[in-house]
């Protein structure tokens, strides 16, 4: 019989050993990427996760970046949508500190789309491996560990926010706040300037995030002045942080430290090299800082607080995930809640486990400290963001500058999920670590992780193909004219079978892809002037707006700018708005009952389309005629946000019934002088199934009051028995 080397044995244990270190986590991380990511973005053909509104903007916004790396944009934060407005890219957020994977990507040869799905593998990777390696340096056992890191990256906050995909990058958060206890453990300035860092590239990454990081950060240092500092007076225990820092400075030039003279020795060099980094940390904040501050200035962007509250959380809002096939509910106390899956909070149910073990049960942690300080400081974010009947405690900080921009405070839970990862990670350590036979502790890893697994893949995704951006794309580049201007600005109509901001994102993406500027745009803020609508007539509304807002508004700077337009899939453009500009006037004063009554609207004519129609529908063509009779101007663009626009519906006239509200609209396209009319061409739908319909319209100054409300009926034409043969 063959007889075994002592030698050997050291050999199998070492490798074991490896395995547990490097292959372990690879072992937790390939579920999540692959039932979590890959296969729900696989099935069909390959999609990116989200829908063709902010998915849309976001490859935008990557691709931009990557355009200004190779040099393809002359500047950053001007970028050619909105135009000619400056600082578009300030409109929301940036995503500068989350690009260099997709421009590195795309720099390899990979497509908008293939590097748009590229950098989500790169996101979530990072978030994995960043939480894997800072619970390791907290001497968790490696499945521990993993399981933290597992949550943190694709828990159920994180699928729920699959639709807004520019919150992805959070890998400095476990850095950052790791960096902040081993200073105030070890008063090392290293870890100071790491947390500076880490805070301001979260904050190029990602705005939000970025804020809320802040705010995690400032609440953990708030709970380490009362656990770590306890043994001090009161008053003495807020002054943590500053007395640190002097310690370490004193430390960093030779001199004796008050806490700990041998956090570090660096020396003069370390010091500098320590202060420059500080710098630039504080000259990129600055630069980041600047274009948010001049659109605020600038433009005007504000939030109210109403607008806010909204979406704060509830407590329901931690019991709440409608995107979970396991755990969404119908119950009203949930559906009451506004924008629903901005509320999916809910952690699931192998966290919500381990959190109620370590707050129930008396365990034997290592390294306890950072898991309380974390859960604490979580616990503090809750309170403080909570809306309760309406008020929250988080109105005091909404007041501060800055964070009055930051609209869904639901999603900080997505750097909640960081201290939550930690203090399940220990929980389920000390677990491990207990006097409990293998075989029980093995079954509760294997039926947690197992669960964790199932309940993050067991979702409701929102995902588009690939295929649908590209033929778009191909659609709105096929229709461009061989013939066009110097350096012309593409105009490409919206379609009112969708959202506006779905037409207004296409072009965004092939004006880009051509290098050209575009009227169109959209962001989390807009422009003054800049009206949606599916007419001709935004055109020189967004032109005039622009030039309004400049102060120099004369017809030869419209006529400038007007003529390099190139407008895409509209039927009802002027030729007279390329040669004269419109008078389009700006008021903030609403119109009185008396003269709102004078205004009358007519419907001339009614006929069936020349152009091509949409496929299975009829589309009809509509001439309204607004008249004004009474002694004001009906001016074009209310600045209060109170439009006069014309409305429309269709009316069954078996059924005498209206089949909808007035929901289609459109902006009058220039001014309406007293004694005066203006036509609108309006292309429609024509209502399915057989039947006498007559088109409705009338006018309303959004806010006020509609003119059939006030005894002037609606305009009305009649189509035949078959409207869509005719």
């Keep these: 019989m063959p007889v075994t080397r002592p030698a050997e044995r050291p050999a199998s244990g070492q490798s074991f050993k490896k395995w547990r270190r490097f292959g372990l986590p690879v072992l937790w991380f390939l579920p999540g990427l692959l039932f979590v990511v890959l296969l729900p973005l696989a099935e069909g053909g390959w999609h990116l996760p989200g829908d063709v509104g902010d998915t849309r903007l976001n490859n935008i916004l990557l691709e931009h970046v990557y355009r200004w790396i190779v040099g393809d944009e002359s500047s950053f934060w001007n970028a050619t949508f909105f135009y000619p407005f400056p600082l578009a890219i300030a409109f929301g957020d940036n995503l500068l500190g989350a690009a260099p994977a997709y421009a590195l990507l795309r720099i390899f040869g990979l497509d908008r789309e293939q590097a748009h799905l590229g950098w989500f593998v790169v996101g979530y990777s990072l978030n994995y491996f960043s939480a894997f390696y800072v619970l390791r340096q907290l001497a968790l056992r490696p499945i521990s560990a993993a399981l933290g890191a597992f949550f943190f990256s694709f828990g159920l906050p994180m699928t729920g926010q699959e639709l807004h995909n520019q919150l992805l990058y959070r890998w400095c958060v476990p850095f950052a706040t790791f960096g902040l206890y081993r200073f105030a453990e070890r008063a090392d300035p290293r870890w100071l300037v790491t947390t500076v860092v880490l805070l301001v590239v979260q904050l190029y990454t990602s705005i939000y995030t970025g804020v809320f990081l802040l705010l995690l950060l400032f609440s953990m240092t708030l709970v380490l002045a009362v656990t770590r500092f306890r043994d001090q007076p009161w008053l003495h225990r807020w002054f943590w942080f500053g007395k640190n820092l002097r310690s370490a400075w004193l430390a960093a030039g030779g001199a004796r430290a008050t806490v700990s003279e041998r956090a570090w020795r660096g020396g003069r060099g370390w010091k500098a090299i320590l202060v420059v980094l500080l710098l630039a940390s504080v000259a990129a904040l600055v630069g980041l800082a600047y274009p948010y501050i001049s659109v605020v200035r600038d433009y005007g962007f504000a939030r109210g607080w109403p607008e806010v509250s909204g979406l704060l959380p509830r407590l329901q809002s931690y019991l709440h995930a409608p995107h979970s096939l396991l755990w969404r509910s ?320 269709w009316f069954d006239l078996r059924s005498n019934t209206p089949l909808s509200k007035f929901n289609q609209r459109r902006i009058l396209a220039s001014d309406v002088q007293p004694a005066s009319s203006l036509e609108l061409q309006i292309e429609l739908e024509a209502p399915r199934g057989d039947g006498d319909y007559v088109l409705e319209a009338s006018i309303v100054q959004e806010g006020v009051f509609w003119l059939h409300d006030l005894g002037v009926a609606p305009a009305r034409a009649k189509i035949g028995s078959s409207p869509q043969q005719r």
């Design 330 to 649: 119908e119950s009203p106390l949930l559906q009451q809640l506004p924008t629903q899956l901005e509320h999916s909070l809910f952690i699931g149910l192998p966290m919500t486990l381990l959190l109620l073990a370590g707050l129930m049960f008396r365990l034997d942690w290592r390294q306890r400290e950072f898991a309380l300080v974390s859960i604490v400081a979580c616990a503090l974010l809750m309170v403080l963001t909570l809306n309760v009947w309406g008020e929250s405690l988080y109105r005091v900080i909404f007041l501060l500058p800055g964070f009055g921009a930051i609209r869904a405070l639901t999603r900080i839970q997505l750097v909640n999920m960081w201290p939550l990862a930690v203090f399940s990670a220990f929980v389920l350590d000390a677990f491990l670590r207990a006097d409990l036979p293998r075989i029980n502790r093995s079954a509760v890893v294997v039926i947690l992780g197992t669960f964790l697994v199932v309940e993050s893949s067991a979702v409701s995704h929102h995902r588009v193909l690939f295929q649908t951006f590209r033929e778009r794309s191909a659609k709105i580049s096929a229709a461009i004219p061989d013939e066009y201007p110097k350096d012309p600005i593409l105009f490409v109509a919206n379609t009112p079978q969708e959202s506006f901001w779905v037409g207004e994102l296409a072009a965004v993406a092939v004006a880009q892809d051509k290098g050209w500027a575009t009227l169109n745009g959209y962001a989390g803020n807009v422009p003054p002037g800049f009206v949606e609508g599916v007419g001709c007539s935004a055109m020189p509304l967004r032109i005039i707006g622009y030039l309004k807002w400049r102060g120099k508004h004369r017809e030869r700077d419209y006529l400038r700018l007007a003529q390099r337009v190139v407008p895409i899939g509209f039927r009802d453009c002027s030729p007279s708005w390329w040669r004269k500009m419109p008078s389009i006037t700006f008021s903030a004063l609403d119109f009185s009952r008396e003269d709102f009554r004078k205004v009358r609207i007519k419907i001339p004519t009614l006929h069936r389309s020349s152009g091509r129609p949409l496929p299975g529908k009829a589309t009809l063509v509509a001439r309204i005629r607004i008249e004004n009779h009474s002694p004001r101007l009906l001016h074009t663009y209310s600045t209060t946000g109170h439009h006069i626009r014309v409305a429309w519906r």
